[in-house]
């Protein structure tokens, strides 16, 4: 059984033509429709850098150690990981695209192949936490244009070697009319041909092509829809704006929620770099977007994941060319969501809304049922189990990772997934120690050094507008989800030390 594994980043598990918005994604419609879907999959924790590594080794955020964005993830720990144990047992490993094990932002350079102030070898491809073979991009995404060598890995290097890097930076940077105000929005002028989706579904195609007489595991990384929202033509223009969905509810209501929704979006992180710290507060927090711009952000935020849809069903016309569809198990999801106008929030942070906190999940495979939704509560964590029971693959450690086989396959349940994270005063100046668990029917987060919590009632208040903790109707069932949250497995490493942002 080989496995292909493809992953957006940010990525609303509502933002599939299946889930019923207007977003085009004809490719991802046709897997869904070909295998199994999770529709109540939730993220292990709401930012990057955590969820890639429990992605990769199949551990909660606090016990792997990254806990939260600018953590770099210990090498043996990734190297233990399900790529490593696919590569012991023989198969051909590859990671294309965006990796962020490693921290790219960081207050000076670690020499780690993701570090954008690190000068990297020209002729390196891996191996890297257990993939044998790595194509990566340092970032991936635009908040800064892709660097020459040597402080760049092999998107750049391929970027910049017709001599035309500057050339195609200013076209990356440059906003085609018409332009707007909405917040990190604007239509890029890079030809669709540079750009990094079609890179890694080039790429990804070519590992393919390699490797279709051998057993393989690949993993492809695409880094949108992340913001900017810089959609290239044609595809920032196929959503038009008066046609895309609005949130129903997109009025800031702080007022109703726990104390530290307001202290992270206004409190002032704690970060001697005063670059970084500027970043994170101007760039990580957007101002509130009126219906106006908002659909503006949408429309491209669109056109980014049909750029994407593009691309994967260029990836599974491969599989079918070189005669690998009936041996492969693809898997598509996403690290986590973004609000996208929930709450008059956009972006990210702590605040477990599900546009942020649940993401999509297709299967599709040998085995696998064509047309088959799971409505249980489940996790990305649960991935390299599921992948290693499909392929009869040992792994070392992935103890928070169960398979979801059973699931897939036969009538298996789960009660709860689990979400937490750890920020620190670097974000918004206090730690806020976050435990989320999510059912069927119900969410719970709580603030573990505080003692605050939010409940919400899925079943009948899928908006998330009452904030059921510490209401004596729901008491028990309070009690029921807080039961969850201290199941977890006492098993958390010591911090680790931030070396960067992001």
């Not at 598509?332 to 599900?354: F, R």
Request: hydrophobic share 35%; with cysteine; net charge negative.
């Amino acid at each position: 059984m080989n496995i292909l594994f493809i992953t957006s980043d940010q990525q609303r598990a509502d933002c599939y033509g299946f889930e019923g918005r207007k977003v085009k994604t004809p490719h991802l419609d046709m897997l869904a429709r070909a295998g199994t879907r999770f529709s109540a999959c939730i993220t292990p924790n709401l930012v990057c850098q955590p969820t890639r590594a429990s992605i990769l080794t199949g551990l909660l955020p606090r016990t792997h150690g990254v806990s939260d964005n600018g953590i770099d993830l210990p090498d043996a720990v990734g190297e233990a990981g399900y790529a490593g144990g696919f590569t012991r047992a023989g198969y051909r490993t590859g990671y294309i695209g965006k990796a962020h094990f490693k921290t790219c932002n960081t207050f000076a350079p670690t020499g780690t192949p993701e570090c954008r102030l690190t000068a990297q070898p020209d002729n390196w491809y891996g191996p890297y936490m257990g993939f044998d073979h790595v194509e990566l991009m340092v970032e991936g995404h635009n908040t800064n244009p892709p660097r020459k060598p040597p402080y760049c890995q092999h998107y750049e290097r391929w970027y910049h070697a017709d001599g035309r890097g500057e050339e195609k930076n200013r076209l990356l940077l440059s906003r085609l009319a018409p332009e707007t105000d909405a917040a990190q929005t604007y239509h890029s002028g890079l030809p669709a041909a540079w750009h990094n989706s079609t890179w890694i579904g080039d790429r990804t195609i070519e590992f393919l092509r390699a490797n279709r007489d051998k057993p393989f595991c690949v993993w492809a990384s695409f880094p949108d829809p992340h913001h900017p929202f810089d959609c290239p033509e044609p595809w920032s223009r196929l959503h038009h704006p008066d046609e895309v969905d609005l949130p129903q509810h997109r009025t800031m209501d702080l007022e109703r929620r726990p104390w530290w929704h307001r202290e992270s979006l206004y409190g002032t992180p704690k970060m001697e770099n005063a670059e970084l710290r500027n970043f994170r507060e101007k760039h990580s927090r957007t101002p509130v977007q009126d219906d106006r711009q908002l659909r503006d952000l949408i429309a491209n935020y669109y056109g980014m994941i049909s750029l994407i849809d593009h691309n994967v069903g260029r990836i599974l016309a491969a599989l079918d060319q070189y005669g690998l569809a009936d041996d492969t198990l693809v898997v598509y999801s996403t690290d986590h969501g973004d609000w996208l106008g929930d709450h008059g929030l956009i972006l990210k942070g702590p605040m477990a809304y599900e546009g942020l906190l649940r993401v999509g999940l297709l299967v599709r495979g040998p085995g696998v049922p064509a047309g088959k939704v799971v409505a249980d509560a489940v996790s990305t964590v649960d991935l390299p189990a599921t992948f290693a029971d499909y392929a009869g693959v040992s792994l070392a450690d992935a103890r928070h990772s169960t398979s979801l086989r059973p699931l897939i396959e036969k009538d298996g349940s789960r009660d709860f997934a689990f979400s937490e994270w750890d920020l620190r005063a670097s974000r918004c100046g206090v730690d806020l120690w976050l435990r989320t668990v999510r059912t069927k029917t119900h969410k719970l987060t709580l603030e573990t050094n505080s003692g605050a919590g939010e409940l919400y009632d899925l079943a009948n208040d899928p908006q998330e507008m009452d904030n059921r903790f510490g209401d004596s109707a729901v008491a028990s069932v309070q009690r029921e989800l807080t039961a969850m949250i201290k199941s977890r497995p006492d098993d958390a490493v010591a911090q680790l030390p931030q070396v960067g942002m992001a």
